[in-house]
Protein backbone atom coordinates (compact mmCIF):
# COMPACT_ATOMS: atom_id res chain seq x y z
CA UNK A 1 0.00 0.00 0.00
CA UNK A 2 2.69 2.29 0.83
CA UNK A 3 4.03 1.81 -2.88
CA UNK A 4 0.73 2.44 -4.15
CA UNK A 5 0.27 5.58 -2.07
CA UNK A 6 3.70 6.94 -3.47
CA UNK A 7 3.38 5.78 -7.35
CA UNK A 8 -0.19 8.14 -6.68
CA UNK A 9 1.49 11.25 -5.34
CA UNK A 10 3.76 10.94 -8.48
CA UNK A 11 0.95 10.91 -10.66
CA UNK A 12 -0.45 13.74 -9.16
CA UNK A 13 2.77 15.86 -9.34
CA UNK A 14 2.08 15.31 -12.71
CA UNK A 15 -1.06 16.14 -13.28
CA UNK A 16 -0.57 19.32 -11.19
CA UNK A 17 1.96 20.36 -13.59
CA UNK A 18 -0.21 20.16 -16.67
CA UNK A 19 -1.68 23.74 -17.92
CA UNK A 20 -4.35 24.77 -21.03
CA UNK A 21 -0.78 25.77 -22.74
CA UNK A 22 -0.28 21.89 -23.57
CA UNK A 23 -3.49 22.29 -26.43
CA UNK A 24 -1.93 24.89 -27.93
CA UNK A 25 -1.11 25.17 -31.01
CA UNK A 26 2.62 24.90 -32.14
CA UNK A 27 4.72 27.98 -32.39
CA UNK A 28 5.52 29.79 -35.68
CA UNK A 29 8.26 28.96 -37.81
CA UNK A 30 12.07 29.74 -36.61
CA UNK A 31 13.01 32.99 -37.72
CA UNK A 32 16.29 32.98 -39.86
CA UNK A 33 19.19 34.26 -38.11
CA UNK A 34 20.46 38.07 -38.83
CA UNK A 35 23.27 39.40 -40.65
CA UNK A 36 26.82 38.72 -38.84
CA UNK A 37 25.17 37.10 -36.09
CA UNK A 38 27.29 34.79 -34.64
CA UNK A 39 26.19 30.91 -35.03
CA UNK A 40 24.64 28.98 -32.02
CA UNK A 41 27.91 27.47 -30.09
CA UNK A 42 27.60 23.70 -29.48
CA UNK A 43 29.62 23.36 -26.54
CA UNK A 44 27.40 25.61 -24.81
CA UNK A 45 24.23 23.48 -25.30
CA UNK A 46 25.53 20.23 -24.27
CA UNK A 47 27.57 21.31 -21.20
CA UNK A 48 25.48 19.82 -18.56
CA UNK A 49 26.53 15.74 -20.20
CA UNK A 50 28.63 13.78 -18.06
CA UNK A 51 30.54 14.89 -21.40
CA UNK A 52 28.18 17.49 -22.69
CA UNK A 53 28.64 18.28 -26.51
CA UNK A 54 27.15 16.55 -29.05
CA UNK A 55 27.67 17.87 -32.63
CA UNK A 56 24.36 19.42 -34.55
CA UNK A 57 23.46 21.34 -30.85
CA UNK A 58 22.39 24.41 -31.14
CA UNK A 59 19.43 26.30 -30.18
CA UNK A 60 16.65 27.47 -31.90
CA UNK A 61 15.57 30.85 -32.55
CA UNK A 62 12.41 33.02 -31.33
CA UNK A 63 9.25 32.33 -33.45
CA UNK A 64 9.13 34.56 -36.79
CA UNK A 65 6.39 37.19 -35.88
CA UNK A 66 3.00 37.00 -38.31
CA UNK A 67 3.88 38.82 -41.38
CA UNK A 68 1.25 40.55 -44.01
CA UNK A 69 0.50 38.17 -47.24
CA UNK A 70 2.50 38.34 -50.15
CA UNK A 71 0.97 40.82 -52.57
CA UNK A 72 -0.54 42.59 -49.92
CA UNK A 73 0.36 45.60 -48.24
CA UNK A 74 -0.79 46.07 -44.72
CA UNK A 75 -2.93 49.50 -44.43
CA UNK A 76 -1.52 52.60 -43.46
CA UNK A 77 -2.91 53.87 -40.58
CA UNK A 78 -5.15 56.95 -40.70
CA UNK A 79 -6.61 59.23 -37.88
CA UNK A 80 -10.23 58.77 -37.68
CA UNK A 81 -12.62 61.31 -39.14
CA UNK A 82 -13.15 63.31 -35.88
CA UNK A 83 -9.31 63.32 -35.12
CA UNK A 84 -8.04 66.90 -35.85
CA UNK A 85 -4.80 67.52 -38.18
CA UNK A 86 -1.73 67.04 -36.56
CA UNK A 87 -2.73 65.39 -33.49
CA UNK A 88 -0.54 62.17 -32.77
CA UNK A 89 -1.93 58.84 -33.83
CA UNK A 90 -3.81 56.33 -31.36
CA UNK A 91 -1.99 53.94 -29.84
CA UNK A 92 -2.88 50.33 -31.69
CA UNK A 93 -4.14 47.78 -29.39
CA UNK A 94 -2.46 44.64 -28.81
CA UNK A 95 -3.40 41.66 -30.85
CA UNK A 96 -5.25 39.04 -28.91
CA UNK A 97 -2.42 36.66 -29.71
CA UNK A 98 0.45 38.21 -28.26
CA UNK A 99 -1.53 37.82 -24.53
CA UNK A 100 -1.21 33.91 -25.28
CA UNK A 101 2.60 33.65 -26.03
CA UNK A 102 5.08 31.23 -24.17
CA UNK A 103 6.50 33.26 -20.79
CA UNK A 104 9.59 31.67 -22.16
CA UNK A 105 10.28 31.05 -25.89
CA UNK A 106 12.26 28.74 -27.96
CA UNK A 107 15.62 29.69 -27.50
CA UNK A 108 16.11 31.33 -24.75
CA UNK A 109 19.11 29.80 -23.61
CA UNK A 110 20.47 31.82 -26.56
CA UNK A 111 19.22 35.17 -25.05
CA UNK A 112 21.23 34.85 -21.73
CA UNK A 113 24.36 35.88 -22.14
CA UNK A 114 26.21 38.77 -20.11
CA UNK A 115 28.37 40.68 -22.20
CA UNK A 116 31.32 42.50 -20.76
CA UNK A 117 33.18 44.10 -24.53
CA UNK A 118 34.00 41.03 -25.96
CA UNK A 119 33.17 38.44 -23.33
CA UNK A 120 30.22 36.87 -22.91
CA UNK A 121 29.28 34.56 -20.25
CA UNK A 122 26.43 32.44 -20.04
CA UNK A 123 25.09 30.21 -16.61
CA UNK A 124 25.55 26.81 -16.49
CA UNK A 125 22.80 25.14 -14.15
CA UNK A 126 21.26 22.00 -13.76
CA UNK A 127 19.28 20.32 -10.81
CA UNK A 128 18.03 17.10 -11.32
CA UNK A 129 15.63 15.78 -8.02
CA UNK A 130 14.30 12.20 -8.34
CA UNK A 131 11.84 10.40 -6.14
CA UNK A 132 11.67 6.45 -6.45
CA UNK A 133 7.83 5.48 -5.63
CA UNK A 134 9.00 1.47 -6.44
CA UNK A 135 12.15 -0.32 -6.32
CA UNK A 136 12.66 -3.91 -6.26
CA UNK A 137 14.38 -5.32 -2.96
CA UNK A 138 16.70 -6.89 -5.19
CA UNK A 139 17.86 -3.15 -6.65
CA UNK A 140 22.10 -2.54 -6.27
CA UNK A 141 23.54 1.14 -7.32
CA UNK A 142 26.56 -0.96 -8.34
CA UNK A 143 24.79 -2.85 -10.86
CA UNK A 144 23.59 0.13 -12.45
CA UNK A 145 20.10 0.91 -11.08
CA UNK A 146 18.92 4.43 -10.49
CA UNK A 147 17.76 3.13 -6.91
CA UNK A 148 18.05 1.04 -3.96
CA UNK A 149 15.01 1.46 -1.89
CA UNK A 150 12.21 4.00 -2.79
CA UNK A 151 13.07 7.69 -1.06
CA UNK A 152 14.35 10.64 -2.83
CA UNK A 153 17.96 11.42 -4.69
CA UNK A 154 19.67 14.90 -5.80
CA UNK A 155 20.48 12.55 -9.20
CA UNK A 156 22.67 16.16 -10.13
CA UNK A 157 23.52 19.08 -8.75
CA UNK A 158 25.58 21.37 -11.37
CA UNK A 159 26.78 25.14 -11.73
CA UNK A 160 29.21 27.40 -13.88
CA UNK A 161 29.85 29.68 -16.13
CA UNK A 162 30.59 29.00 -20.40
CA UNK A 163 32.42 32.09 -21.71
CA UNK A 164 33.24 33.24 -25.35
CA UNK A 165 35.78 35.85 -26.36
CA UNK A 166 34.95 37.27 -29.96
CA UNK A 167 34.41 34.02 -31.24
CA UNK A 168 37.91 33.51 -30.75
CA UNK A 169 38.20 31.81 -27.66
CA UNK A 170 35.59 29.41 -25.73
CA UNK A 171 35.91 28.28 -22.38
CA UNK A 172 33.31 26.47 -19.80
CA UNK A 173 34.17 25.45 -16.07
CA UNK A 174 31.50 23.53 -14.19
CA UNK A 175 31.27 21.53 -10.51
CA UNK A 176 28.73 18.91 -9.82
CA UNK A 177 27.61 19.62 -6.22
CA UNK A 178 26.22 16.07 -5.45
CA UNK A 179 29.66 14.05 -6.69
CA UNK A 180 29.40 11.25 -4.36
CA UNK A 181 27.43 9.79 -1.44
CA UNK A 182 29.00 12.45 1.51
CA UNK A 183 28.33 15.42 -0.80
CA UNK A 184 31.17 16.18 -1.84
CA UNK A 185 31.62 18.75 -4.81
CA UNK A 186 34.14 17.84 -7.89
CA UNK A 187 35.12 19.59 -11.14
CA UNK A 188 32.47 18.05 -13.58
CA UNK A 189 34.43 19.98 -16.98
CA UNK A 190 37.07 22.61 -17.12
CA UNK A 191 38.23 23.44 -20.46
CA UNK A 192 39.41 26.12 -22.67
CA UNK A 193 40.06 26.05 -26.54
CA UNK A 194 40.76 28.38 -30.01
CA UNK A 195 37.73 28.58 -32.05
CA UNK A 196 38.55 31.15 -34.65
CA UNK A 197 37.56 28.44 -37.51
CA UNK A 198 34.87 26.02 -37.28
CA UNK A 199 37.46 23.77 -39.72
CA UNK A 200 39.66 23.32 -36.68
CA UNK A 201 38.64 23.72 -33.08
CA UNK A 202 41.13 23.13 -30.20
CA UNK A 203 40.49 22.49 -26.81
CA UNK A 204 42.41 21.50 -23.46
CA UNK A 205 40.82 20.20 -20.14
CA UNK A 206 38.41 18.08 -18.46
CA UNK A 207 36.43 17.42 -21.87
CA UNK A 208 34.01 14.68 -23.20
CA UNK A 209 35.54 11.92 -25.01
CA UNK A 210 33.81 11.56 -28.07
CA UNK A 211 32.18 8.24 -27.57
CA UNK A 212 28.85 6.96 -28.36
CA UNK A 213 26.20 9.75 -29.18
CA UNK A 214 24.05 8.97 -26.32
CA UNK A 215 27.15 10.01 -23.38
CA UNK A 216 27.98 13.01 -25.84
CA UNK A 217 24.20 14.27 -25.48
CA UNK A 218 23.85 16.85 -22.42
CA UNK A 219 22.76 14.46 -19.32
CA UNK A 220 19.40 17.03 -19.10
CA UNK A 221 18.64 16.71 -22.74
CA UNK A 222 17.76 12.97 -23.24
CA UNK A 223 14.13 12.09 -23.62
CA UNK A 224 14.76 9.54 -20.33
CA UNK A 225 15.67 10.50 -16.72
CA UNK A 226 18.50 8.21 -17.57
CA UNK A 227 20.77 7.54 -20.76
CA UNK A 228 21.06 3.52 -21.51
CA UNK A 229 22.46 1.69 -18.88
CA UNK A 230 24.77 -0.02 -22.03
CA UNK A 231 26.56 3.61 -22.31
CA UNK A 232 26.93 4.48 -18.41
CA UNK A 233 28.51 0.89 -18.35
CA UNK A 234 30.73 1.56 -21.60
CA UNK A 235 31.58 5.37 -22.01
CA UNK A 236 34.58 6.76 -20.51
CA UNK A 237 32.41 10.26 -20.40
CA UNK A 238 35.01 13.15 -19.15
CA UNK A 239 38.57 13.10 -19.64
CA UNK A 240 41.28 15.48 -19.38
CA UNK A 241 43.32 15.77 -22.84
CA UNK A 242 43.62 17.81 -25.71
CA UNK A 243 41.13 17.29 -28.30
CA UNK A 244 40.57 18.71 -31.76
CA UNK A 245 37.34 18.99 -34.05
CA UNK A 246 35.74 20.53 -37.07
CA UNK A 247 32.19 20.81 -38.78
CA UNK A 248 31.88 21.35 -42.16
CA UNK A 249 28.59 22.35 -44.42
CA UNK A 250 26.63 23.39 -41.39
CA UNK A 251 27.81 19.66 -40.02
CA UNK A 252 27.08 17.50 -42.58
CA UNK A 253 30.55 15.98 -41.92
CA UNK A 254 32.31 16.45 -38.63
CA UNK A 255 34.81 15.33 -37.00
CA UNK A 256 36.58 15.05 -33.84
CA UNK A 257 40.64 13.37 -32.31
CA UNK A 258 41.78 13.70 -28.41
CA UNK A 259 44.77 12.46 -26.93
CA UNK A 260 43.95 11.48 -23.04
CA UNK A 261 45.52 10.25 -19.66
CA UNK A 262 44.74 6.58 -19.89
CA UNK A 263 40.84 5.10 -18.70
CA UNK A 264 40.38 3.13 -15.28
CA UNK A 265 37.17 1.37 -14.74
CA UNK A 266 35.72 -0.61 -12.17
CA UNK A 267 35.64 -4.50 -11.67
CA UNK A 268 31.88 -4.70 -11.49
CA UNK A 269 30.92 -4.24 -15.18
CA UNK A 270 27.81 -2.12 -14.40
CA UNK A 271 29.65 0.50 -12.55
CA UNK A 272 31.41 1.87 -15.76
CA UNK A 273 34.67 3.94 -16.03
CA UNK A 274 35.81 6.24 -13.50
CA UNK A 275 35.65 10.14 -14.63
CA UNK A 276 39.64 11.26 -13.78
CA UNK A 277 40.04 14.77 -13.16
CA UNK A 278 44.10 14.20 -12.65
CA UNK A 279 44.53 15.74 -9.72
CA UNK A 280 47.95 14.61 -9.36
CA UNK A 281 49.00 14.13 -13.00
CA UNK A 282 49.01 11.01 -14.84
CA UNK A 283 50.60 9.14 -11.91
CA UNK A 284 49.43 5.41 -12.44
CA UNK A 285 48.04 5.36 -15.78
CA UNK A 286 49.07 5.80 -19.50
CA UNK A 287 48.01 7.35 -22.42
CA UNK A 288 44.09 7.05 -24.40
CA UNK A 289 43.37 8.19 -28.10
CA UNK A 290 39.68 8.61 -28.72
CA UNK A 291 38.06 9.79 -32.39
CA UNK A 292 34.70 10.33 -33.77
CA UNK A 293 33.32 10.68 -37.78
CA UNK A 294 29.57 11.93 -38.03
CA UNK A 295 27.27 13.50 -40.48
CA UNK A 296 24.25 15.16 -40.39
CA UNK A 297 23.12 15.60 -44.03
CA UNK A 298 19.81 17.45 -44.19
CA UNK A 299 20.95 19.71 -41.32
CA UNK A 300 21.59 19.78 -37.89
CA UNK A 301 19.63 17.69 -35.66
CA UNK A 302 19.59 20.08 -33.06
CA UNK A 303 20.27 19.75 -28.64
CA UNK A 304 17.78 17.00 -27.57
CA UNK A 305 17.28 13.56 -28.11
CA UNK A 306 13.55 14.04 -28.53
CA UNK A 307 11.86 15.82 -31.62
CA UNK A 308 10.21 18.37 -29.05
CA UNK A 309 10.37 20.77 -32.62
CA UNK A 310 8.06 18.14 -34.75
CA UNK A 311 11.20 19.19 -37.16
CA UNK A 312 10.69 17.95 -40.98
CA UNK A 313 12.89 14.83 -41.69
CA UNK A 314 16.33 14.50 -40.30
CA UNK A 315 18.99 11.76 -39.86
CA UNK A 316 22.20 11.78 -38.02
CA UNK A 317 24.87 8.95 -37.95
CA UNK A 318 28.39 8.21 -36.38
CA UNK A 319 30.80 5.82 -35.91
CA UNK A 320 34.09 6.08 -33.09
CA UNK A 321 36.61 4.15 -30.85
CA UNK A 322 38.99 4.79 -28.30
CA UNK A 323 42.55 2.37 -27.72
CA UNK A 324 44.14 2.94 -23.80
CA UNK A 325 46.85 2.11 -22.76
CA UNK A 326 46.51 1.75 -19.15
CA UNK A 327 48.69 0.73 -16.29
CA UNK A 328 46.19 -1.96 -15.00
CA UNK A 329 44.49 -2.51 -18.01
CA UNK A 330 44.41 -2.46 -21.62
CA UNK A 331 41.14 -0.80 -23.02
CA UNK A 332 39.35 -1.00 -26.44
CA UNK A 333 36.31 -0.21 -27.59
CA UNK A 334 33.49 1.09 -30.60
CA UNK A 335 30.41 2.30 -31.34
CA UNK A 336 27.65 3.53 -33.93
CA UNK A 337 24.85 5.13 -34.27
CA UNK A 338 21.59 6.60 -36.00
CA UNK A 339 19.61 9.23 -34.93
CA UNK A 340 16.38 10.06 -36.88
CA UNK A 341 14.32 13.27 -36.18
CA UNK A 342 10.91 13.16 -38.18
CA UNK A 343 7.32 15.40 -37.38
CA UNK A 344 8.05 15.01 -33.51
CA UNK A 345 8.77 11.24 -33.92
CA UNK A 346 13.03 10.27 -32.85
CA UNK A 347 14.58 6.93 -33.25
CA UNK A 348 17.81 6.12 -32.00
CA UNK A 349 19.67 2.94 -32.97
CA UNK A 350 23.44 2.36 -30.98
CA UNK A 351 25.78 -0.84 -30.70
CA UNK A 352 28.77 -0.57 -28.67
CA UNK A 353 31.40 -3.33 -28.06
CA UNK A 354 34.08 -2.77 -25.74
CA UNK A 355 37.33 -4.93 -24.67
CA UNK A 356 39.44 -5.01 -21.30
CA UNK A 357 42.54 -6.93 -21.22
CA UNK A 358 44.76 -7.06 -17.46
CA UNK A 359 48.69 -5.98 -17.44
CA UNK A 360 50.74 -8.67 -16.34
CA UNK A 361 52.18 -6.06 -13.73
CA UNK A 362 49.00 -3.66 -13.14
CA UNK A 363 50.19 -0.48 -11.39
CA UNK A 364 47.45 -0.84 -9.23
CA UNK A 365 45.45 -4.24 -7.74
CA UNK A 366 42.55 -5.20 -9.69
CA UNK A 367 40.40 -8.66 -9.84
CA UNK A 368 39.96 -8.84 -13.72
CA UNK A 369 42.65 -12.11 -14.68
CA UNK A 370 42.04 -12.56 -17.96
CA UNK A 371 40.79 -10.77 -21.49
CA UNK A 372 37.03 -9.67 -21.43
CA UNK A 373 34.86 -8.52 -24.27
CA UNK A 374 31.18 -6.87 -24.05
CA UNK A 375 28.60 -5.72 -26.80
CA UNK A 376 25.39 -3.98 -26.57
CA UNK A 377 22.93 -3.05 -28.48
CA UNK A 378 20.89 -0.40 -27.91
CA UNK A 379 16.94 1.08 -29.72
CA UNK A 380 14.74 3.85 -28.70
CA UNK A 381 11.85 5.70 -30.22
CA UNK A 382 9.38 8.50 -29.05
CA UNK A 383 6.52 11.38 -29.94
CA UNK A 384 6.56 14.43 -28.82
CA UNK A 385 2.07 14.32 -28.91
CA UNK A 386 2.31 18.16 -28.44
CA UNK A 387 4.84 20.05 -29.16
CA UNK A 388 7.90 21.53 -27.30
CA UNK A 389 4.65 19.71 -24.15
CA UNK A 390 4.37 16.21 -24.03
CA UNK A 391 6.24 13.36 -25.26
CA UNK A 392 6.39 9.56 -24.68
CA UNK A 393 9.73 6.85 -25.36
CA UNK A 394 10.42 3.58 -24.80
CA UNK A 395 13.87 1.67 -25.00
CA UNK A 396 14.85 -1.48 -25.31
CA UNK A 397 18.81 -2.85 -24.74
CA UNK A 398 20.72 -5.96 -25.13
CA UNK A 399 23.87 -6.22 -22.91
CA UNK A 400 26.61 -9.13 -22.35
CA UNK A 401 29.18 -8.19 -20.40
CA UNK A 402 31.28 -10.75 -20.72
CA UNK A 403 30.63 -12.47 -24.28
CA UNK A 404 32.58 -15.85 -23.63
CA UNK A 405 29.72 -16.34 -19.80
CA UNK A 406 26.31 -16.67 -19.65
CA UNK A 407 24.95 -15.54 -16.66
CA UNK A 408 22.51 -13.13 -14.65
CA UNK A 409 24.78 -10.21 -15.59
CA UNK A 410 23.56 -10.74 -19.86
CA UNK A 411 21.01 -8.26 -19.18
CA UNK A 412 17.30 -7.62 -21.11
CA UNK A 413 16.52 -4.04 -20.34
CA UNK A 414 13.59 -2.21 -20.84
CA UNK A 415 12.24 1.62 -20.38
CA UNK A 416 9.32 3.55 -20.90
CA UNK A 417 8.43 7.10 -19.70
CA UNK A 418 6.38 9.91 -20.18
CA UNK A 419 7.94 13.50 -20.46
CA UNK A 420 5.83 17.11 -19.53
CA UNK A 421 8.14 20.08 -20.96
CA UNK A 422 6.62 23.05 -18.19
CA UNK A 423 8.64 25.91 -19.76
CA UNK A 424 10.43 24.42 -23.32
CA UNK A 425 13.65 22.84 -21.58
CA UNK A 426 13.95 25.08 -18.82
CA UNK A 427 12.04 22.92 -16.55
CA UNK A 428 10.63 19.65 -17.26
CA UNK A 429 9.03 16.49 -15.37
CA UNK A 430 9.61 12.74 -16.47
CA UNK A 431 8.14 9.59 -14.89
CA UNK A 432 9.87 6.42 -16.07
CA UNK A 433 9.18 2.69 -15.36
CA UNK A 434 12.45 0.13 -15.96
CA UNK A 435 12.56 -3.43 -15.87
CA UNK A 436 15.46 -5.63 -16.21
CA UNK A 437 15.37 -9.36 -17.31
CA UNK A 438 18.59 -11.52 -16.27
CA UNK A 439 18.78 -13.69 -19.00
CA UNK A 440 21.28 -16.18 -17.67
CA UNK A 441 21.22 -17.05 -14.16
CA UNK A 442 18.83 -15.75 -11.43
CA UNK A 443 16.17 -13.61 -12.19
CA UNK A 444 16.24 -10.79 -9.74
CA UNK A 445 13.62 -8.18 -8.79
CA UNK A 446 15.47 -4.51 -9.49
CA UNK A 447 12.59 -2.67 -11.57
CA UNK A 448 11.91 1.08 -10.59
CA UNK A 449 9.93 3.26 -10.78
CA UNK A 450 11.11 7.20 -11.02
CA UNK A 451 9.91 10.51 -11.65
CA UNK A 452 12.10 13.30 -12.13
CA UNK A 453 12.10 17.05 -11.99
CA UNK A 454 14.55 18.78 -13.39
CA UNK A 455 15.88 22.56 -13.90
CA UNK A 456 18.12 23.15 -16.84
CA UNK A 457 20.21 26.16 -18.14
Given amino acids: MRHLACVAGGAAVLLALSSPRAQEPEPAAEEPAAAGARPADPQGEQREGEGGELE ?7 PERPRPPQGKQAPASQPPASQPPGAPAPVAPVA ?55 GFRLRRVRAGLYGDVAGLVRFAISTELAGGDDGTARIHEAWGGVTAA ?24 GALTERPLAVRAIAPFTQVGIQAEGHFQDRAFSYHAGVYNAFQRADQFYAGQSESLAPLGNRFEGIAVAGRLATEPLGPLGRTLQDVARSPFRVGAGADGFFSNG ?38 PIAQVTSVSSLALVFEAGYMIVARKLGVSGRVEWIDPNM ?30 THREELGGLSLAN ?11
Fill in 56 to 62: GAGAPDA
Fill in 96 to 150: PSAAGREPIEPGFRERMRFSLGPLELRPIALLALQAAPYVGDDALSQAGDSAEQP
Fill in 198 to 221: RALEVYAGARTVPFSRSAMLGAGE
Fill in 327 to 364: GARTLYGASADVLVHASGLHALGEVLWTGASPKSVPTQ
Fill in 404 to 433: DVDDEGDNLVLTGGVSYHAYDDLVKAQLDY
Fill in 447 to 457: DALILQLQLSL
